[in-house]
């Protein structure tokens, strides 16, 4: 992992057949974050992921929080209901 890499807190660097994406492990976070891979909560406090492109040509809404299971399985797996960015998150 390079410098700059390490600075944001990024634990891996992971090539998919989408691109590459920055990955850290979290486990501390208070709140509650839906999956895009199964589409459920992660519960505050539940270790996962959370991944988002390598290619800083997004910004922090491209950041998405997976339970870590949907992501290693997210190129096999896609949510039921798929969500646009304006959709209510919750609900």
């Known amino acids: 992992?390079?410098?700059?890499g390490a600075r944001r807190g990024?634990?891996?660097?992971?090539?998919w057949h989408d691109g590459e994406f920055l990955v850290r492990q979290v486990g501390n976070?208070?709140?509650?974050?839906?999956?895009p891979?199964?589409?459920q909560e992660i519960r505050p406090q539940?270790?996962?992921v959370v991944a988002w492109p390598a290619d800083d040509?997004?910004?922090l809404t491209d950041r998405r929080h997976?339970?870590?299971g949907c992501w290693r399985a997210r190129d096999r797996r896609?949510?039921?209901?798929?969500?646009?960015r304006s959709a209510p998150r919750y609900g």
């Open 37 to 39: 891979g199964c589409d």
């Open 66 to 68: 997976w339970h870590t």
């Open 29 to 35: 976070s208070p709140k509650t974050y839906r999956c």
């Open 57 to 59: 040509r997004g910004d």
């Open 1 to 4: 992992m390079d410098a700059e």
């Open 78 to 84: 896609a949510p039921g209901v798929l969500r646009s």
């Open 46 to 48: 539940v270790v996962h």
């Open 10 to 15: 990024v634990d891996a660097v992971q090539q």
